[in-house]
């Protein structure tokens, strides 16, 4: 046992680490805990929402203890491409093992896995289950196991997967080394279910609050004809001001969909499970990039996604659960600024969904699903806050009931429901628990709400205006995006693995002038000036102040 290793790490440490490798000048809520329980050697489960920062929850302990590494298992093998990129451009050695890479190339890999060459390694479940992998990872020097997206474990999560089952070999393969599971979405039961299955032991429970106060979640029932023009009003709007993703229930509905915005002016890109996965990487990192500001995609897509400045996620039907919802939703404001969530959905949908939950042949998974189908009835019916619902739903006891911004605490924005007036003048007059009917409940900007949250974009009827086209970037800011385009090109990269959104918008506030200030902007880590610094100077320069 390298006793050293446990040592507790002095702050400075911890931050020294993080400037160092990530650029980033403190913790978020949560992380620095889980990062000394993982330096301890101690189990754990996190649950954090969708943009928390789980990853660097594990990946900078795994930095910290060299020269170990920590074997990290996750369920799409893109995913773990991008984060295997990232942790080099950031100097963290890493390497995925998967069916992709030739023999050869596997050899290699195990080989220095075997000299404690990375700090993370990435496989598979499937991998990780076979018998000749748990051999050979005996003779490697494991710091401890990642089970990301751990809520795959349970049957009671939205999105089980068969092959993590066998992860529960983990604990008795490899009985010293600990096991930290990660996961955005879980309830009390997938909670249970993961610590059970995993087996984990005094495990350093981590839960953050499921509430995201710069959220806005808008559910609409609408119908046939209501539904295109909500969307079109919508898409306008959000794509003016940054990106926008729109889930559809169907492969079918992603193509029309897209066809649809396209005859209206607006260009999408599509995004579902039967592209060849060229295709579907090309879309994606047209839209990662903003070459395309709208992607509209089936649940296929989202798994892991990065992007911090996507103003709204739409929904055009009813998903299956609310754990669903809330992970597709929550991919709106990563960057922490007003973002809305809208679910546009239609009765129909309920009647699709019981249809397919009749055609379950196994009983246990049929009454799972019946369970799941009555909370997200029950989400977008009951009339209570959403933002409370999501958290009750999570385990959690908010001491509060109203969000003021969603559409149950604060109404419904004016464009959602002006127009569908006159047509379906049915719905005007629900109302919920006896308060105003949501039209008139229009006029206060969300930020004049409770909790003082920023105030919300598309919020008032103000903009209406049909304008997709976006206000002309600086100049400036167009220049470094399209650097970042030709160098994640020329190095074969997707561009957010050079530089991230938010490190783009620091880089046009701080404008630095030099590789030390330069070290001061967001997400610029040692490793990072080394990389690309003279050439982002050099850009800069370009534009004097
Ligand atoms: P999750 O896996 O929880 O959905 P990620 O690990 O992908 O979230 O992190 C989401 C984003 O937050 C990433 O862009 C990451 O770089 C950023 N991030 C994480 N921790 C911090 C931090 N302490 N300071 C600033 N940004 C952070
Ligand atoms: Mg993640």
Not at 522 to 530: A, D, L, T, Y
């Amino acid at each position: 046992m390298l006793l050293y290793t446990r040592a507790v790490a002095a702050p400075s440490d911890l931050l020294d680490s993080l400037r160092r490798y990530w650029g980033f000048d403190s913790f978020r809520p949560l992380q620095e805990a889980v990062v000394r329980s993982l330096l301890s050697g101690r189990d754990a489960c996190v649950i954090m929402p969708t943009g928390g920062g789980k990853s660097l929850c594990y990946q900078l302990p795994a930095a910290m203890l060299a020269p170990k590494t920590a074997v990290v298992i996750s369920p799409l093998i893109a995913l773990m491409q991008d984060q295997v990129l990232r942790l080099n451009e950031m100097g963290i050695p890493a390497a995925l093992l998967n069916s992709s890479l030739g023999p050869l190339e596997q050899e290699r890999v195990l080989r220095d896995a075997v000299e404690g060459r990375f700090r993370l390694l990435y496989l598979s479940p499937e991998r990780l289950a076979r018998p000749e992998t748990a051999e050979w990872l005996r003779s490697a020097p494991i710091s401890f196991f990642v089970i990301d997206e751990a809520h795959c474990i349970s049957e009671w999560g939205h999105e089980f997967r068969p092959e993590y089952r066998q992860l529960n070999l983990l604990r008795d393969r490899f009985p010293e080394s600990p096991i930290a599971a990660f996961t955005a979405s879980a309830t009390r039961r997938v909670r249970h279910d993961i610590v059970d299955q995993l087996r984990l032991r005094d495990p350093h429970l981590s839960i953050a609050s499921f509430r995201r106060p710069n959220l806005r979640y808008l559910v609409r029932e609408c119908d046939l004809r209501s539904q295109p023009r909500l969307l079109l009003d919508a898409v306008r709007r959000y794509a003016a001001q940054g990106n926008v993703i729109v889930y559809a229930p169907t492969i079918e509905r992603v193509e029309r969909t897209v066809g649809f915005l396209a005859e209206h002016g607006i260009a999408a890109t599509a995004y579902h499970g039967q592209m060849d996965a060229r295709t579907r990487r090309r879309n994606q990192e047209r839209w990662m990039t903003d070459e395309v500001r709208v992607l509209v995609g089936t649940i296929a897509f989202g798994l892991g996604i990065d992007k911090a400045s996507v103003r709204a996620v739409i929904h055009l039907s009813l998903p299956k659960s609310l754990d669903q919802y809330y992970q597709e939703a929550g991919r709106a404001g990563r960057d922490g600024l007003p973002a809305d969530c809208i679910l546009l959905w239609r009765k129909a949908d309920a009647g699709l969904l019981a249809h397919f939950i009749m055609q379950i042949g196994d009983a246990a998974e049929r009454d799972r699903a019946w369970h799941r189908y009555r909370e997200i009835r029950a989400f977008v019916e009951s009339g209570l806050c959403r933002q409370s619902q999501i958290c009750l739903h999570f385990g959690e006891t908010p001491r509060w009931t109203s969000c003021g911004s969603c559409d149950v605490c604060a109404g419904v924005p004016d464009w959602l429901v002006a127009k569908e007036a006159p047509e379906t003048p049915r719905r005007k007059k629900r109302n919920r628990k006896g308060q105003a009917p949501a039209p008139v409940s229009v006029a206060a900007p969300a930020s004049a709400k409770a909790e003082g949250a920023a105030s919300h974009i598309a919020s008032s009827g103000g903009e209406a205006s049909a304008a997709v086209s976006v206000e002309p970037p600086s100049s400036l800011r167009e220049s470094l995006r399209e650097w970042r385009r030709v160098t994640a090109a020329a190095r074969g990269v997707p561009a957010f693995v050079v530089m991230h959104d938010t490190s783009l918008d620091d880089l046009c506030r701080v404008r630095p002038r030099t590789l030390d200030e330069l070290l001061e902007v967001h997400g610029f880590g040692e490793r990072k000036v080394e990389s690309y610094g003279k050439a982002i100077l050099e850009v800069l320069r370009r534009f004097p102040r």
